[in-house]
């Protein structure tokens, strides 16, 4: 069985306290671990809200302005540190949407104007760079305690 299956079955904290104990004298080699699954969770929450936004490398790339090869190097490496609070936010963002929405309207709810935002989309707000107001446009879009009966 490889390390890795064995690690896989272990609790969360288990796992991380027998890593810590395996390596607890080699603090470069636990910040290098960390660094990668930090790059790694980065990279793949990123590649889940492109696809579930349904936005292409370009449209992407577009949106955060740069280059869609830098884009690709962020689903491949994993999003540079300047932009994992954006990233952060797009990613909360997108489990509120695939949390409350079928995941086949996500696409069209995100380029929906929204009233109270006079006209503007989510799409607007991530091209515009602001990723707060994206985030607590999604958490007021589902404050289901605001609905009264």
């Not at 299956?5 to 004298?25: C, M, N, R, S």
């Not at 790059?39 to 955060?64: D, K, P, Y």
């Not at 309207?105 to 006209?119: F, H, T, W």
């Not at 760079?129 to 985030?135: A, C, F, N, V």
């Amino acid at each position: 069985m490889s390390a890795a299956t064995t690690i896989g079955k272990l609790d969360p904290e288990v796992a991380a306290e027998q890593i810590f104990t395996a390596h607890k004298h080699e603090g470069a080699w636990l910040d290098a671990f960390t660094e990668s699954l930090d790059r790694r969770r980065s990279r793949e929450s990123f590649a889940r809200t492109i696809e579930v936004w349904n936005l292409s490398q370009a449209e992407a790339a577009r949106f955060f302005g740069v280059s869609r090869q830098a884009v690709g190097k962020w689903l491949r490496h994993g999003v540079p540190p300047e932009r994992a609070g954006a990233v952060s936010d797009l990613a909360a963002a997108t489990d509120l949407l695939v949390l409350h929405l079928k995941r086949d309207r996500i696409p069209a709810v995100v380029r929906r104007p929204i009233q109270v935002l006079n006209g503007i989309t989510l799409i607007d707000l991530l091209a515009q760079g602001d990723t707060r107001t994206l985030l607590a446009t999604c958490r007021d879009m589902f404050r289901f305690e605001r609905v009264h009966a």
